[in-house]
């Protein structure tokens, strides 16, 4: 994930969540996380384009959508 944050600074923000605070579990709930690592991707309007959850992230398909 390091590589690919750096690999997509311009473009994209980071955000990495705890889980195991309150406020990260309030996120889990809001966007229906069962399983981690989950890696949401949204447009500049808030609206979910991909997702992937319970494996590493496919950096691949995560830089073909942002560079999109």
């Known amino acids: 994930m390091d590589r690919l ?3 997509l600074e311009t473009k994209a923000r ?3 969540i ?3 605070t309150e406020s990260g579990r ?3 709930e809001r966007y229906e ?3 981690v690592p989950a890696i949401l ?3 500049e309007k808030g609206v979910e384009l991909w ?3 319970g494996v590493q992230p496919d950096s691949v398909s ?3 959508l942002i560079n999109n």
């Open 62 to 64: 995560i830089t073909r």
């Open 5 to 7: 944050e750096k690999k």
């Open 33 to 35: 996380i069962e399983f």
């Open 18 to 20: 705890d889980i195991n």
């Open 26 to 28: 309030n996120i889990r």
């Open 14 to 16: 980071f955000v990495r």
């Open 51 to 53: 997702r992937q959850t």
């Open 41 to 43: 991707v949204f447009d």
